[in-house]
């Protein structure tokens, strides 16, 4: 999309975003086909809106310029007799458009412009020379804004495009012709228009009398125009019906059905003021039309499946209904985000289908219902439940040491699916561990959202005054804080809930790349939500309030928390007592929980509720504040409801508030807020403007905010419509869902996954494989490795065999041949880097294309350059190996990783014998390498045997593959001690391979440890 973006000024004083292109790459977004939009806007006010609803709206901004010399454009509409005029100011920020494509920018599949951007020689000299760059047909809408036209400029433009849109009027002018009569007069002069052009396609658009398309075949279609009950304004109509025209070039309907679903959306966009809607009911009642016709044109093409998304959460206990939220600490927030998530995502026309992957649980302590293996939640969306680790219930800190398993489970599962998700998701940090190593494995984007951080728990919870020795051991934080820098390394994108989120928690992470970062806030259910009727009978919950107060009809501040001391309720008391006229102005209503005796709660809400009796003590505040001792989930919405009705507000005064949950209920209850200006506020306000923020540490201030709150009458009906009418576009788990596809569809960029699962070698005749290590495993006791070559021999061709060494090639084949072995079935060499088929050494070009995503050998050169202890040894590097000789004064890996990431570079760093650094692609290592063949050639990570000796192999050993560490191991190893699929052999060598192969069975039945006792 090129061309203008600007305010539409009307006479009553407000405006509306505009510009054909502009409207046109809206309603595309809406439709679920988001463009790239190429524009320009100044550096002002105007400009910074327009960008903050473009990324609202799921509109990539990449290729908007701000011109610092120029202001943002605006024309001024009038709309006279049902026909709109504009005025259209000159030497705007749209006339100054810079070109210059990006590697990163997509191919398009159309280009679409309207001849009104060509108007200043920099935009069109800047279209033309995109116009070079894009092989696919060009959709021409002709805008003939006088004086802001040429004949030779809409030639050119009509010249050079395959589609063009006009309207009855325009076609007359361009075909130097009176304007027609008929419509069969519009069809011949539409004809003659096409033909001079050499178009393939002209539509003309005809108000009262329809539309017209006409081919070069010589065909033409026309449809009546459709009667609208209430027009509110026709602003932007023909730049809907473009929009449908390009999504339907795009889909390749078929021209009639082209014709009829652009004339049915701009009538309907005629019912909204402007001519960008954001009432999502628009798009989604046509997507759902158009898919109930297939046969009359997929909203999908064939070669473009639907999204499938991979969502992991693996810990807590999950299921579709019946929640069980608040069981413990692992089944809360999360478990209703990521159920609800996938329900909505499953609703999006460009979704196909969407795998909510957890633990599955074999537990008499919890229900059933955790043991099924899948769970529907809604069409197309799925709960899957895998085994690993335990059968029974573990809390999520117990988890680490057995999501490698998940990892080999995910991979198979994906396998017998037969078809690649085109996104893996990572919920919290353990899923975004396995959630990374598996998108590095299938090579498809990876979404990570960690809910709450480890850096930020763990600086709370010693600023609590908690010690690192009673932390570590509990909450396992350091693992978890590394999981969350493996996510946030791998991640394409990371979701998050505010802006506050992003800039005070992922901020502190050596891999937080702001450009990765989204803000899309979850949704909310607000079904239960809505202003007080008339009819609305009083509630039960109205009584426990009322028996606190004197004058119980004042206005109503009503406090909704937990009863946590960052919820500062006693500074709320503080703020009410000692500002003047506030409390004989309004009520104030305390809801901090549920209790039954005070003294039998915890500390931390004994001492808030002790705050509050003292306060309302100290200040003499009986009769004026309520403070009731139980309320039902049913009642919250009813607290709401009495707030709106006696014309009060919601005060969240909390010393810090992540997100805001009870911000957005309000909203949808019509009850204006005074909020905390630290944290989600903040956003939530921006969207819904329902409400103002305010230093809470300021009490003064915090009183008189709220005193002026009630008392503004005007502004307090203006927040109150404002809440209930915004609310649901920007926290509907619909508009969740709506945003989350636009950024999943900017990450993919038009691609799927390109991995294909394999054929073509010994491989897939193979049932079992044994991979092994070269040196210090095969190497070391000559005869030992005779016994076990001879049991390779005897097993026959359903046994492969595998090498993996940290070696290249060429060394790893000479050593080989020295042994007087074979060439394995399978060589993985070069630290994982490398992988060889068979006698031929056929190299594996999928792997490569895999590994080299984001490897930058050059920059890690440099980064490591001055580093004490390290050799680079050239001799024995790589393209995709880097490797360095170590000293005793070499820093440890955490230090070099954290250098690599600080210059924004993905490479694992692997120690060999503990001589050698072995620097490589972050998507590579023996153990990576080993999970991908398995994928590809379909073998279960049970049937894999592992042999190793060295910390190059600990990858390799650990999952659900079968590993054998042998006698003569290096330290390294003794982390997987306790790995209950890794057995630890008494003998050294080749030998230590025999003896695993006879304790696992491996050439016969496969026998595995069980893993409840392990």
């Not at 805008?143 to 495009?161: K, S």
């Not at 978890?480 to 992470?509: H, K």
Request: net charge negative; with cysteine; charged share 25%.
């Amino acid at each position: 999309m090129y061309g203008e973006v600007l305010y539409d000024h009307y006479p009553d004083g407000s405006k509306a975003l505009g510009g054909a292109p502009f409207n046109v790459a809206w309603h595309l977004c809406g439709l679920g086909l988001p463009p790239f939009f190429i524009s320009a806007v100044g550096d002002d006010d105007d400009g910074r809106r327009i960008l903050d609803q473009m990324e609202g709206w799921g509109l990539s901004v990449e290729g908007v310029h701000v011109d610092r010399r120029h202001s943002t454009g605006r024309v001024e509409v009038s709309d006279e007799s049902g026909s709109p005029s504009f005025s259209i100011p000159a030497d705007q920020s749209w006339d100054h458009i810079r070109v210059e494509p990006q590697p990163a920018w997509p191919a398009p599949s159309l280009l679409y412009h309207g001849t009104l951007a060509l108007r200043s020689e920099e935009a069109a000299e800047s279209f033309t020379r995109l116009r070079r760059t894009v092989e696919g047909p060009v959709l021409v809408d002709v805008n003939l804004r006088d004086p802001w036209w040429t004949r030779t400029t809409v030639d050119e433009a009509l010249d050079g495009a395959d589609w063009a849109k006009v309207s009855v009027e325009e076609l007359a002018v361009v075909a130097d012709a009176e304007p027609p009569g008929s419509v069969a007069e519009v069809e011949t002069m539409a004809l003659r228009v096409l033909e001079r052009h050499r178009l393939s396609r002209l539509l003309v658009t005809s108000g009262g009398d329809g539309a017209v398309l006409v081919n070069e075949a010589g065909e033409a279609f026309r449809v009546p125009a459709i009667e609208v009950p209430e027009i509110v304004d026709t602003v932007g109509a023909g730049d809907a019906f473009c929009a449908v025209v390009a999504l339907g070039i795009v889909r390749e309907w078929d021209d009639e059905v082209i014709l009829e679903r652009a004339n049915e959306f701009a009538a309907d966009v005629c019912r909204f003021r402007g001519a960008t809607v954001t009432d999502l009911s628009l798009y989604d009642s046509h997507l759902r039309h158009w898919a109930e016709l297939p046969w009359r044109g997929a909203v999908h093409t064939e070669n473009e499946p639907g999204l499938r998304v991979l969502s992991l959460s693996v810990h807590g206990l999950v299921r579709a209904a019946d929640m069980e939220l608040g069981r413990d600490a692992d089944t809360g927030g999360q478990v209703a985000y990521v159920v609800e998530q996938a329900r909505a995502l499953a609703e999006h026309p460009a979704v196909e289908q969407v795998d909510l992957v957890t633990r599955q649980v074999f537990d008499r302590n919890v229900d059933d219902s955790y043991a099924q293996a899948s769970e529907d939640i809604a069409p197309g969306a799925r709960i899957v439940r895998l085994p690993f680790g335990p059968r029974r219930y573990l809390h999520k800190e117990r988890l680490w040491p057995f999501l490698d398993t998940l990892l080999d489970q995910l991979l198979h599962y994906v396998r017998s699916s037969g078809r690649l998700p085109d996104v893996i998701h990572g919920h919290y940090a353990d899923a975004g561990y396995v959630g990374a190593q598996l998108s590095k494995l299938l090579g498809v984007p990876f979404i990570f959202t960690g809910h709450s951080l480890g850096r930020v728990k763990r600086e709370r919870l010693l600023a609590d005054g908690a010690s690192e020795d009673v932390l570590e051991p509990r909450y396992r934080l350091t693992r978890r804080i590394e999981a969350e820098e493996q996510a946030l390394e791998a991640a394409d994108l990371v979701i998050a809930s505010t802006r506050q989120e992003v800039t005070a928690q992922y901020e502190g992470y050596g891999h937080y790349f702001p450009q990765r970062m989204a803000v899309i806030p979850p949704g909310v259910n607000l079904t239960r939500f809505a202003p007080p009727s008339r009819f609305w009978p009083e509630p039960p919950i109205r009584r426990a309030v009322e028996r606190f107060l004197r004058d119980p009809d004042k206005p109503m501040v009503l406090v909704l928390a937990r009863a946590d001391e960052r919820k500062n309720f006693e500074g709320v008391l503080e703020a009410y007592a000692r500002t003047p006229g506030l409390r004989e102005a309004a009520n104030l209503v305390l809801v901090a929980g549920n209790r039954d005796d005070i003294q039998d709660m915890s500390p931390a809400p004994r001492r808030v509720l002790n705050g509050i009796l003292l306060a309302v003590d100290r200040y003499d505040l009986y009769g004026s504040v309520a403070y009731p001792k139980r309320h039902g989930l049913g009642d919250v919405p009813d607290l709401y409801r009495m707030a709106a009705r006696s014309r009060g507000v919601l005060v969240n005064a909390a010393l810090t508030e992540p997100f805001g949950l009870t911000l957005i209920e309000a909203a949808a209850s019509g009850l204006p807020v005074v909020v905390t200006d630290d944290g989600g506020p903040r956003d939530i306000l921006e969207a819904c403007e329902h409400g103002v923020l305010v230093d809470v540490l300021d009490t003064k201030a915090l009183g008189r905010t709220i005193l002026e709150a009630i008392s503004d009458e005007s502004r307090w009906a203006r927040w109150a419509k404002n809440g209930v009418s915004r609310v649901h576009e920007s926290f509907s788990w619909r508009s969740h869902a709506r945003r989350y596809v636009a950024a999943v569809e900017d990450v993919l960029s038009g691609r799927r996954p390109g991995i294909s699962f394999g054929s073509g070698t010994r491989l897939p005749h193979v049932d079992r494989l044994l991979v092994t290590d070269v040196d210090n495993t095969l190497t070391g006791d000559q005869a030992a490795l005779a016994a076990l070559v001879a049991r390779l021999e005897d097993a026959g061709d359903r046994v492969g065999f595998a090498v993996a060494t940290g070696r290249a090639l060429d060394p790893a084949l000479a050593v080989l041949k020295s042994l007087g072995l074979r060439t394995p079935d399978l060589l993985i060499t070069a630290s994982g880097t490398e992988v060889h088929y068979g006698s031929r050494l056929m190299r594996d070009r999928s792997w490569e294309r895999q590994i080299r995503h984001r490897w930058q050998p050059d920059g890690v050169r440099e980064a490591l350059a001055d580093q004490p202890g390290l050799s680079f040894d050239p001799e024995d590097s790589t393209p995709y190996r880097l490797r360095y000789r170590l000293q005793a004064d070499a820093p440890d890996l955490g230090a070099l990783h954290a250098r690599l990431r600080q210059a924004g570079l993905l490479a694992t760093l692997l120690v060999d014998h503990a001589r050698y650094l072995d620097v490589i692609p972050g998507r590579a290592s023996p153990g990576m390498a080993v999970r991908f063949l398995a994928f590809k050639w379909d073998l279960p990570p049970h049937r894999i045997l592992v042999a190793g000796d060295s910390g190059n192999d600990a990858d390799m050993l650990s999952g659900d593959t079968l590993g054998v560490v042998v006698a003569n191991h290096t330290d390294e190893l003794e982390a997987l001690r306790d790995h209950p699929r890794v057995y630890f052999s008494p003998h050294p060598h080749a030998a230590g391979v025999v003896d695993g192969i006879e304790y696992y069975d491996f050439f016969e039945a496969i026998r595995t440890r069980d893993e409840e006792t392990g």
